[in-house]
């Protein structure tokens, strides 16, 4: 299993303690509601309080084929809410491809 990525920019220690429910669940027990085929591996977005609503909406828009505004103001939501959210899953190149788009900007992912 592969940790988390983060290029996070934010000053002090990492926020992502902050969201309670992370350390309950593991990334298998949080409900799907991303695109993808489900083949193969998972995308994860892990919060981060460095970057906006629409910075991670924007993202996921880019990133995530058949992704569509309201699934990703709701996975946004989920993500702040529940410290975490499945976005992708698809076979492990395209989830690699993803997780590049959106690490890319200093979200925090985990592929597995």
Same mark, same amino acid.
């Given at each position: $299993? $592969?940790?988390? %990525?983060?290029?996070? /920019? =934010?000053?002090?220690? @990492?926020? !992502?303690?902050?969201?309670?429910? %992370?350390? /309950? ?15 193969? &591996? ?9 970057? &906006?609503?629409?910075?991670? #909406?924007?993202q996921? !828009? ?5 992704m569509?505004r ?7 939501w989920?993500? =702040?809410? /529940?410290? $975490? ?6 076979? @492990?190149?395209?989830?690699?491809? %993803? ?8 979200? #925090? %992912? /985990?592929?597995?």
């Open positions: $299993m $592969m940790p988390p %990525v983060s290029t996070c /920019q =934010h000053a002090g220690p @990492p926020l !992502l303690a902050q969201a309670t429910p %992370v350390e /309950q669940l593991a990334p298998e027990e949080v409900e799907d509601l991303g695109t993808g085929r489900g083949e193969g &591996s998972k995308v994860f977005l892990f919060n981060c309080e460095c970057h &906006s609503f629409e910075d991670v #909406i924007t996921l !828009l880019k990133a995530v084929p058949g569509t309201p699934l990703a103001e709701e996975l946004a989920r993500v =702040h809410t /529940q410290g $975490m959210a499945e976005v992708y899953r698809g076979s @492990p190149a395209e989830c690699d491809r %993803v997780a590049k788009v959106l690490g890319g900007t200093g979200l #925090i %992912v /985990q592929v597995l």
